[in-house]
Nanobody, 124 residues
Framework: QVQPVESGGGLVQAGGSLRLSCAAS????????MAWFRQAPGKEREFVAT????????FYSDSVKGRFTVSRDNAKNTVYLQMNSLKPEDTAVYYC?????????????????WGQGTRVTVSA
């Protein structure tokens, strides 16, 4: 079992950067693919990025590709989301998720454990 806890959200101006962290307890972390999702006010939750258990395979949504980078440090049981060139439309609550499988997935229903979320606000 893996329990994610996000941190690093905040208020940033458009064009700025933030790095989100997701610390995940549990011995299964190094066997788990991880992902970031986000939910903007009044919108459905959407996929942002995913990374396999080893960190060698990553995938991104088209809306963040080239601006966001997902990475992980299995020694620290932590996944990161580096967000650069932020836009007001990136404003959302960002959630970290873990699945009981090693392969990455962009489908929320494939994830078994979710964090409480961290809020990111990008001002124009």
């Amino acid at each position: 079992q893996v329990q994610p806890v996000e941190s690093g959200g905040g208020l940033v101006q458009a064009g700025g950067s933030l790095r989100l962290s997701c610390a995940a307890s549990g011995r299964a972390f190094s066997s788990s693919a991880m992902a970031w999702f986000r939910q903007a006010p009044g919108k459905e939750r959407e996929f942002v990025a995913t990374i396999n258990n080893s960190g060698r395979s990553t995938f991104y949504s088209d809306s963040v590709k080239g601006r966001f980078t997902v990475s992980r440090d299995n020694a620290k049981n932590t996944v990161y989301l580096q967000m650069n060139s932020l836009k007001p439309e990136d404003t959302a609550v960002y959630y970290c998720a873990a699945r009981d499988a090693s392969g990455p997935s962009s489908v929320g229903a494939h994830y078994d454990y979710w964090g409480q979320g961290t809020r990111v606000t990008v001002s124009a």
